[in-house]
């Protein structure tokens, strides 16, 4: 069997989609199916090529036995709509025009959505490679596009909207990552195959039995200190401002830290209003390379997955959850609906909060906080959970027999 991975984001990029789509990758590898990816020169979420990539049209290099082919993409750090259509569409010219000639011919094409404008490069490619379309869908995009307020021209949310809809009818198969994606496609489209992929952990790397770490130390950080951290994009959906509001609430606790690690379109807001709130328990620290996420990890008391409150992240699940999990780390968990049900309800891994509400995010903190031994308990709660029903081992064995079948 040959596959064929396009997607704008991979390794040595960091990022939900990246560490996703490399793991499934090198496992349908070792079930013998023959991997090649088409992506772009790695430049998220900083917005700059990397160094070693600027400058070039094309690369071919070679990860873990995997051809990795990375076409040029433009870049810029505009927020603004047309610099973003300009960098999306940059890379469906690119990869098509590198995909025709340097891509094989292959069994199937899976395209990463979003960007969703990729699946024009996608269609065209499928053609001509003689592939069946796998079209995976990780965000339901227009639809979030619009309701995050990212997008408000009409003409741009029809056209969109129509491009998803013939993006779905021309697939072999449609992969959502989590079950809410899943039944709104199937409730749209009863007539498509969707398959739910999930997104999981590589529990030997995240093994909190194996991983030591001076990571608190070399920060400052004392033994007594309660370390809640946000580890991700610091974007418009995780309004993260609640963040800042319950450093504000819990000053009076001077050991309660929280950390936000990552880079994003919010940062230099974020970092502006802890200026202007004068918060000294409130600590920015840079993306890090995934290989120091354990050290990271292992270091911190609880770790904090919020998401804005609207009815479109009910079907969500952040992939932060399953390496918090996997550390044995309790979560905060300010998502409702699928996640709440699966690892607070189901997976007894932390304590649920209202989305956007500081007050009652300070509320379950405070608790973790003052009950260190049900913390504790709950963090053990969650690598059970995880090894039972999010092992990325056997995610991709079952999806490579569920292709082999369908073949």
């Known amino acids: 069997m040959k596959l064929i991975i396009l997607t704008q984001y991979f390794p040595p990029e960091v990022g939900a989609p990246q560490n996703r789509l490399y793991e499934i990758a090198v496992r349908l590898q070792r079930q013998g199916v023959e991997v090649e990816v088409l992506t772009a020169m790695p430049n998220y979420p900083s917005m700059e090529i990397h160094k070693e990539y600027k400058g070039k049209w094309y690369v071919k290099e070679d990860m873990n036995g995997m051809p990795i082919h990375r076409a040029w993409i433009w870049v810029g ?3 603004s709509i047309l610099p973003r259509l300009l960098n999306y569409f940059s890379f469906v010219f690119t990869s098509m025009w590198i995909g025709c000639f340097k891509l094989s011919k292959a069994d199937y094409l899976l395209c ?11 269609l065209v490619l499928k053609r001509i490679k003689k592939a069946k379309l796998i079209f995976n869908v990780a965000d339901l ?3 979030s596009a619009e309701k995050l307020g ?23 198969l449609i992969v959502g990552q989590a079950m809410g994606i899943v039944k709104n496609i199937q409730d749209r489209f009863p007539s498509k195959t969707v398959y739910w992929l999930p997104n999981g952990v590589d529990l030997s790397f995240y093994n909190p039995e194996k991983v030591n770490t001076l990571w608190r130390e070399e920060n400052g950080f004392s033994p007594a200190d309660f370390i809640i951290l946000y580890a991700g994009i610091i974007g418009h959906a995780q309004a993260l401002e609640l963040v800042l509001k319950a450093a504000g609430l819990t000053k009076a606790y001077p050991s309660v830290k929280w950390v936000l690690l990552g880079s994003g379109p919010e940062k230099e807001k974020l970092l502006a209003m802890q200026k202007e709130m004068q918060l000294d328990n409130v600590y920015f620290y840079p993306p890090v390379p995934k290989l120091r996420m354990p050290e990271i990890l292992k270091a911190i ?9 609207i009815d479109l992240f009910l079907g969500i699940i952040p992939s932060k959850v399953f390496e918090a999990m996997a550390m044995k ?34 509320k379950n903190a405070l608790h973790l906080y003052n009950n260190r031994i049900e913390a504790e308990k709950l963090g053990d709660n969650g690598r059970n959970y995880v090894e039972v029903n999010f092992n990325r081992d056997i995610i991709a064995e079952k999806f490579y027999n569920f292709l082999r079948n369908e073949k």
Do not use: M
Not at 301 to 309: Q, T, Y
Not at 346 to 358: K, N, V
């Open 77 to 79: 750090k505009s927020k």
């Open 112 to 122: 990463e959505s979003p960007p969703l404008f990729l699946g024009i490069s996608a």
């Open 141 to 143: 995009w227009p639809e």
């Open 150 to 172: 990212l997008i408000t021209n009409k003409f741009l949310l029809r056209t969109t909207t129509r491009l998803e809809e013939h993006l779905y009818k021309s697939s072999a």
């Open 301 to 309: 008391d609880a770790s904090l997955v919020p998401l804005k409150k």
């Open 329 to 362: 780390k309790p979560l905060l968990l300010g998502v409702e609906g699928e996640s709440k049900e699966l690892f607070i309800e189901q997976g007894q891994a932390g304590l649920a909060f209202i989305p956007e509400d500081a007050v009652d995010l300070v």
